[in-house]
């Protein structure tokens, strides 16, 4: 595949193609996924968590999370648990009467190709980087909103966005699609 000599890739480079809603419902019946967990599909608002060890950015996690349930008052939020998030964070994520959490071992890119008409956020996770198609939905990276506790390692980086993610500073910049 690489040729050590000439610094040079000897492999061909393909293009993948789009991840589909299509693929995903194959999947999930190629591999018998139930999807028991997600109780509504249309017009929901789906937070895609991370694990956060830092406990000022855990309390900006749910800071956020409080602030949208303000801005979203008559809608529950979704929390998809990266398989990794710590049990104490779980429980802390169950006393909030806002929030639904989803906590199975589906990849989020399956509930991504079951939501539609709906919000889709993460702090910076790759989980929204897949652009599903004909689901009009609107992502958003809460990036700068964490980056706000100056975190030594979240300073350092810069998230790359996609062209169907929008990068927010404030809640007030997220919205349903056709709003």
Do not use: C
């Not at 993948?16 to 997600?38: C, G, M, R, S």
């Not at 958003?140 to 500073?169: A, C, E, G, R, W």
């Amino acid at each position: 595949m690489f040729d050590n000599k000439k610094n040079k890739t000897k492999a061909k480079i393909v293009q993948i193609l789009p991840l589909t809603a299509i693929h995903i419902e194959k999947l999930i019946e190629v591999f018998n996924f139930k999807n028991t967990q997600l109780l509504e599909t249309d017009k929901i608002i789906l937070y895609f968590n991370q694990p956060l060890f830092l406990e000022e950015l855990l309390n900006k996690e749910f800071e956020i999370l409080e602030d949208i349930a303000y801005q979203f008052p008559n809608k529950k939020i979704y929390i998809k648990l990266q398989p990794s998030t710590k049990p104490s964070v779980q429980e802390r994520f169950e006393t909030l009467p806002y929030v639904f959490l989803i906590s199975d071992k589906l990849p989020a890119e399956f509930y991504l190709g079951m939501v539609s008409n709906s919000i889709l956020l993460t702090g910076w996770s790759a989980a929204l980087m897949h652009d599903i198609g004909n689901q009009n939905n609107k992502s958003y990276f809460l990036y700068p909103m964490y980056k706000n506790v100056n975190d030594k390692v979240l300073s350092q980086i810069t998230p790359k966005s996609f062209p169907h993610i929008k990068m927010v500073d404030t809640i007030d910049q997220i919205k349903f699609p056709n709003e």
